[in-house]
Each structure stands twice: as C-alpha cells, then as structure tokens.
Nanobody
Framework: QVQLVESGGGLVQAGGSLRLSCAAS????????MGWFRQAPGKEREFVAF?????????SYADAVKGRFTISRDNANDTMYLQMNSLKPDDTAVYYC????????????????????WGQGTQVTVSS
C-alpha cells in the first residue's frame, strides 16, 4: 500500500525558508514522477513543482515559485523535498506531495489528475 507522509511545515516570517519532506513507502518510487501541490483557503489546489523519475532530469515549477523553490528527491531513501526560500504571505497553504500512478514518462505533470497517490498535507503559514 502506497503511503506518503509530508513534514516540515510551520510558521515562518516573510523572507524566511522552510524545507518540506515527503517520505514515501509501498513501492519502488525511483520509477515514478513526483510532485508538490498546495491549496490555500478558499482556493483550488494548484501545482507547485514536479520532479521526474530517476532516469529523467525533468523538473518544472509554477511561475509563482520559480527561482525561490527547489524540488529534489533522494531515491535511496524514497524521499522528496521542497526547499522554499524567500517565502511570501501568498505562499501560505497546505502543501501536498503526490506520486504518479504510471512509471517513467517524459513530461512534466502539472495537473492533479496526473497523480494517483497523495499525502495528507502539511500547513505552511507565512506571516507578513
């Protein structure tokens, strides 16, 4: 059974940094693309960042976070990270990690429907 557990959220002042982690279990994740999404109160869930499977060098980012956030993965430990720098109040949201249901793939998957498994989310709050 696939399980994803996010951690690392919290309260930070604008301009600060946080690093989110997503610990995965239940399958060989190195063959699957993984992503981060977020959902702010009253808003739709939105794409944040994507990292391809171990054989792909693909990463992609939402325009709103490009240059501030960095996605990475540690395949040896089935963990994905999101380093968030220069945080802004608009980054306040619940952040979710997700894993594709299909292995491999060469695209950058920016839609919720592209993912089969989701974590429970971790709250990030950025104060002004």
């Amino acid at each position: 059974q696939v399980q994803l557990v996010e951690s690392g959220g919290g309260l930070v002042q604008a301009g600060g940094s946080l690093r989110l982690s997503c610990a995965a279990s239940g399958r060989t994740f190195s063959r699957y693309g993984m992503g981060w999404f977020r959902q702010a109160p009253g808003k739709e869930r939105e794409f944040v960042a994507f990292v391809g499977w171990i054989g792909s060098s693909t990463t992609s980012y939402a325009d709103a976070v490009k240059g501030r956030f960095t996605i990475s993965r540690d395949n040896a430990n089935d963990t994905m990270y999101l380093q968030m720098n220069s945080l802004k109040p608009d980054d306040t949201a619940v952040y979710y990690c997700a894993v594709r249901g299909e292995p491999y793939g060469g695209g950058s998957y920016r839609w919720s429907r592209d993912y089969a498994y989701w974590g429970q989310g971790t709250q990030v709050t950025v104060s002004s």
